[in-house]
């Protein structure tokens, strides 16, 4: 019996060998990135200049060529293969000292909202689905406490002064609540101009959030801060 399932196995490993979900070439195991692909992606990078009204940014990957491919793939081709790295990737970094000290001061975690339109679209919102159970293994809850109230432009291709333009005003509480005192943590795919994050913060504050951290998957900082 064990002889067939060894059998088995090993011609499966044949004819559907594991591929890196990124660019399809074999690996070992499944949801693996492959050597070349992992070597792109440059981790955890910590910034911790403050950039009010954020207390905190922390990134986990420079947006660079590895990570956002696997951005890209996620949320253009709705590939979701390539959460398992992802997830992993966040995993790697789940002890170190900055994530650590920033979580234990923090109440809650509010994803980056997707309209309602670009949610249908997508069928989910990326960063509830790579942060969703890392967060749940480090019990922060993730509450949805923002709303999109305006269907967006992508906004990968406009300079800081139009995102302010655009994105202002367009977050807006999902329920009357009370954050008084509460510590949050706002979670993003991609944090480059930071535009969506400090409008969200603006919003939370708004409802009397106390200190307000981001957490993002991705990001670029370079040139963009002022
Ligand atoms: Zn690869």
Known sequence: ?????????????FLFPPRCPNCREIVEERYQLCAACEE?????????RKLAPLDKVLRVT???????????KLKFDNNLNVLPPMKKILDDVSER????QILSGVDFAVPVPLHQERFKERG????EKIFGDWLAKKNLPLRNFLIRTQPTPKLYKLGKAEREKILNGVFAAAEKINLRGKNILIVDDIFTTGTTCRECAK??????????????????FNDNFS
Do not use: C, H, P
Request: avoid cysteine; hydrophobic fraction near 50%; charge should be positive.
């Open 1 to 13: 019996m064990n002889y067939l399932l060894e059998l088995w196995a090993a011609l499966k490993y």
């Open 40 to 48: 792109k992606i440059l981790r955890v990078d910590f910034y911790d």
């Open 62 to 72: 420079k947006y660079r060529d590895g990570s956002r491919d696997l951005l890209r």
């Open 97 to 100: 000292k900055e994530i650590l």
């Open 124 to 127: 989910f919102n990326q960063t």
């Open 203 to 220: 919003v939370l504050k708004s409802l009397g959030a106390e200190k307000i951290f981001v957490m993002a998957f991705a990001a670029d």
